[in-house]
């Protein structure tokens, strides 16, 4: 059974930089596509971004893109969500998510696994 663990998630102003982790566990690492996804109060997730299984390729949303970076670490079994110029909008609980299978995966409904989520608060 595949777990995943976030970590990271915490308090910052807007501007401000912070990185998210999500830690796998339980089946080989590398044969997981991986994403993030937020969900603020009131709202249904979205996708933030995804990564294939052997780091090569990622996708972002518009609404991150050229402020957020993806990445994984096979060796450690971790992804990344560095979060770079961060604004109010950013605040929400951010989940990973993996689904064993090539490719980049954008839509909720195709993750198989889902972390327990860290909470990401932007201050204005």
């Known amino acids: 059974q595949v777990q995943l663990v976030e970590s990271g998630g915490g308090l910052v102003q807007a501007g401000g930089s912070l990185r998210v982790s999500c830690v796998f566990s339980?089946?080989?690492?590398?044969?997981?596509?991986m994403g993030w996804f937020r969900q603020a109060p009131g709202k249904e997730r979205e996708f933030v971004a995804a990564?294939?299984?052997?780091?090569?390729?990622?996708n972002y949303a518009d609404s991150v893109k050229g402020r957020f970076t993806i990445s994984r670490d096979n060796a450690k079994n971790t992804v990344y969500l560095q979060m770079d110029s961060l604004k109010p909008e950013d605040t929400a609980v951010y989940y990973c998510?993996?689904?064993?299978?090539?490719?980049?995966?954008?839509?909720?409904?195709?993750?198989?696994?889902w972390g327990q989520g860290t909470q990401v608060t932007v201050s204005a």
């Open positions: 990564i294939t299984s052997d780091g090569s390729n990622t």
């Open positions: 998510a993996s689904k064993r299978a090539l490719g980049l995966w954008t839509r909720t409904n195709f993750y198989d696994y």
């Open positions: 339980g089946r080989t690492f590398s044969n997981y596509a």
